[in-house]
C-alpha cells in the first residue's frame, strides 16, 4: 500500500482584492507549495479565518504547519507601550492575520505538531511564545547590514552563522551559509521557549527552535528558502527536514 504524504497547512497571506469578483482573498506565492511538493509534501492553504474551532480542526487534520512571509505584525501584540514615533514605522499590517495566525501557531504546539516559520513566519512564532521584535532595523540598528534587498529576493546577500549542534545545523550541515533578505523587522527579545541558532554578523537572529528538542520539530528563519532551493541544497534540505518530521508525526498518529 502507498503511504500517503504528508499534509502541511500553509498559512497565506491577505489580498484586499482578488481576481475573481475583486473580493478579499487569500495570496500565497507558489514557491512555497512547490518546495512542499517538491520535498514529497501534500501542500494545503489554510482558509484565513478565526474561527477557533476551525483553527482547532485544520491543525489536527494536518501532518505539519508551515507559517510564510508577508507583512509586518502589528506591535500591540508584543510591545503596546510603544512610543508612536517607532510605531509608525510598523506597516502595513494585517489585523486578522495577526489573530489567526497566533492561535494556530498555539494550536500546533499543543498538539505537538511540526512547525517551520519563514520571515514573517519567524516573527510570528516568537510573538506568539511570548517574544518581541525590532519594529524598524534602520531605526533602532543603524549600524546593521542592508536587511531589505527586495531587488535581490532570490539572491544570497549575507551570511548566517550556524550554532553548532543545533537543529539547523543537523539538516544543513554547514557552519555558515548565504541567504536572502526582504525584511526590515527581526527579533529582539527571544520567546522564553526559543533559542538563536542563527545569526547574521550584525546580531540579528536569522534562525530559532526549541531549547528542548525534545519538544519535537520547530524551526524559523529569517530568510526566505522557499526561493533559494534550486541554488544551494542546504535549502532544500530545510524543506525536506520539515516534511521528514510531518512524515514521522502522521506514522505516529497512524
Known amino acids: 500500500m502507498m503511504k500517503r504524504s504528508p499534509l502541511i497547512l500553509i498559512t497565506p497571506s491577505m489580498a484586499r482584492k482578488g481576481v475573481e469578483f475583486s473580493d478579499a482573498s487569500i495570496s500565497l506565492s507558489n514557491r512555497y507549495t512547490d518546495a512542499i511538493i517538491a520535498g514529497g509534501g501534500l501542500p494545503q492553504i489554510f482558509p484565513a479565518t478565526t474561527s477557533l474551532p476551525v483553527i482547532a480542526e485544520a491543525v489536527r487534520r494536518c501532518d505539519g504547519l508551515l507559517m510564510s512571509g508577508g507583512d509586518d505584525i502589528d506591535p500591540k501584540w508584543y510591545a503596546p507601550d510603544m512610543p508612536k514615533e517607532l510605531r509608525k514605522k510598523a506597516g502595513p499590517l494585517e489585523p486578522a492575520r495577526d489573530i489567526w495566525e497566533t ?3 498555539k494550536e500546533a504546539v499543543a498538539q505537538k505538531k511540526p512547525i517551520f516559520g519563514v520571515c514573517r513566519g519567524h516573527q510570528m512564532v516568537n510573538v506568539a511564545l511570548g517574544g518581541t521584535l525590532i519594529v524598524d532595523i534602520p531605526t533602532q540598528l543603524p549600524k546593521a547590514l542592508n536587511h531589505r534587498q527586495m531587488e535581490k529576493k532570490s539572491e544570497a546577500v549575507h551570511d548566517v552563522k550556524v550554532a553548532p549542534g543545533s537543529l ?80 514521522r508525526r502522521r506514522e505516529k498518529n497512524l
Do not use: Y
Open 103 to 105: 492561535e494556530l501557531i
Open 168 to 247: 539547523l545545523s543537523k539538516l544543513t550541515g554547514v557552519k555558515s551559509f548565504g541567504v536572502n533578505s526582504t525584511h526590515h523587522q527581526a527579533i529582539d527579545k527571544m520567546a522564553p521557549p526559543l533559542r538563536a541558532v542563527g545569526k547574521s554578523s550584525d546580531g540579528v537572529v536569522e534562525a530559532s527552535e526549541w531549547k528542548d528538542p525534545k519538544k519535537g520539530f520547530l524551526l524559523t528563519v529569517q530568510f526566505h528558502p522557499e526561493r533559494l532551493i534550486d541554488k544551494n541544497r542546504v535549502f532544500r534540505q530545510l524543506f525536506d527536514g520539515f516534511i521528514e518530521a510531518c512524515a
